[in-house]
T-cell receptor, first 113, second 114 residues
Framework: AQSVTQLGSHVSVSEGALVLLRCNYS??????LFWYVQYPNQGLQLLLK??????LVKGINDFEAEFKKSETSFHLTKPSAHMSDAAEYFC???????????FGAGTRLFVKA | DVKVTQSSRYLVKRTGEKVFLECVQD?????MFWYRQDPGLGLRLIYF???????EKGDIPEGYSVSREKKERFSLILESASTNQTSMYLC?????????????FGPGTRLTVT
């Protein structure tokens, strides 16, 4: 069985500060890992994904995430927060040949001016 | 540009009504999904389909049914709407061949059942 835990339902940072959103996963097979972003009143869109190539994955809008197998983590970072980054972020895991993707509960990011 | 569209952004229905939520994708994806999104619970899978006329139950199928008569269209049906089905409903699609493929989401339908 697969599962995803996102640490912190809300994270608040100042504009220009480092963004760190935490995600830990559980999977009995090599996982595929995703970060999605949801802006207000919109659906989810892909930020980045890990598919067993490079462990450091770069996504859109300067976001990146590092796959750490030993820690079963896939934390999302951005060096400098922008007001437009305020949104909800979802970590997700899939794998094992099935169709299902398991989503975390989400972390809402607030960016203060 | 890839696109998943949902028939309504906002919907208000009465308890006991039959409700249809429609989703259309233009990417020739085999897989289509219906999720509901509730605060603090993330996305929960209701049903998915990997081919026309094929469907599989997700984690919370009770009170819902689905229909996929054409590859590009996947409908979610609430047979008799109840207040606990008030939620945001998201449709998504993806390629069949590998679970490494990401899902593409529609904008969502916010359903209120009164």
């Amino acid at each position: 069985a697969q599962s995803v835990t996102q640490l912190g339902s809300h994270v608040s940072v100042s504009e220009g500060a480092l963004v760190l959103l935490r995600c830990n996963y559980s999977s009995s097979v090599p996982p595929y890992l995703f970060w999605y972003v949801q802006y207000p009143n919109q659906g989810l869109q892909l930020l980045l994904k890990y598919t067993s190539a490079a462990t450091l994955v770069k996504g859109i809008n300067d976001f990146e995430a590092e796959f750490k197998k030993s820690e079963t983590s896939f934390h999302l970072t951005k060096p400098s927060a922008h007001m437009s980054d305020a949104a909800e972020y979802f970590c997700a895991v899939s794998g094992g040949g099935g169709f299902k993707t398991i989503f975390g509960a989400g972390t809402r990011l607030f960016v203060k001016a | 540009d890839v696109k998943v569209t949902q028939s309504s952004r906002y919907l208000v229905k009465r308890t006991g009504e039959k409700v249809f939520l429609e989703c259309v994708q233009d990417m020739d994806h085999e897989n289509m999904f219906w999720y509901r999104q509730d605060p603090g619970l993330g996305l929960r899978l209701i049903y998915f389909s990997y081919d026309v006329k094929m469907k599989e139950k997700g984690d919370i199928p009770e009170g819902y049914s689905v229909s996929r008569e054409k590859k590009e269209r996947f409908s979610l049906i609430l047979e008799s709407a109840s207040t606990n089905q008030t939620s945001m409903y998201l449709c998504a699609s993806s390629f069949l061949t590998a679970s490494s493929y990401e899902q593409y989401f529609g904008p969502g339908t916010r359903l209120t059942v009164t």
